[in-house]
């Protein structure tokens, strides 16, 4: 996996850290390449978080998932990967990432990846 895509994710402040309040982003374009067949995966990828100090720019966040289109990379690994990443820039009070892809020879594969931050 190609080094550095943390680097391109922005965030600005949260403009009410006092409150738990829910950010939900769906992005329904994100592709990547499966590492053993070499075929393109698409997928729904939706995150659900509570900001504690900041959130993500979002146009940061798509040249980021972009960088993806080229990797080869398993969907379980990405999904992982993508939080990660996320959390390590956003450090939100908690996030979700579901990665719905689409059927590929008749089966659809669905990851659920989720933080908590310890109190």
Same mark, same amino acid.
């Given at each position: 996996m190609s080094e550095g895509f943390r680097d391109i994710l922005e965030t600005f402040d949260n403009q009410h850290p006092g409150r738990d309040y829910t950010i939900e982003i769906v992005c329904p374009e994100f592709t990547s390449v499966c590492p053993r067949?070499?075929?393109?995966?698409?997928?729904?990828?939706?995150?659900?978080? &509570?900001?504690?100090?900041?959130? &993500?720019?979002?146009?940061?966040?798509?040249?980021?998932?972009?960088?993806?289109?080229?990797?080869?990379?398993?969907?379980?690994d990405v999904t992982n990967r993508i939080l990660d990443d996320l959390v390590a820039v956003v450090r939100p009070r908690q996030m979700t990432l579901v990665?719905?892809?689409?059927?590929?020879?008749?089966?659809?594969?669905? &990851?659920?990846?989720?933080?908590l931050a310890k109190a």
């Open positions: 067949t070499g075929q393109p995966d698409f997928g729904t990828l939706t995150f659900t978080y &509570v900001p504690e100090a900041k959130c &993500v720019e979002l146009k940061s966040l798509k040249l980021y998932l972009q960088r993806f289109r080229n990797e080869g990379i398993f969907n379980e990665a719905a892809f689409t059927a590929r020879g008749g089966i659809t594969t669905t &990851v659920t990846a989720s933080f």
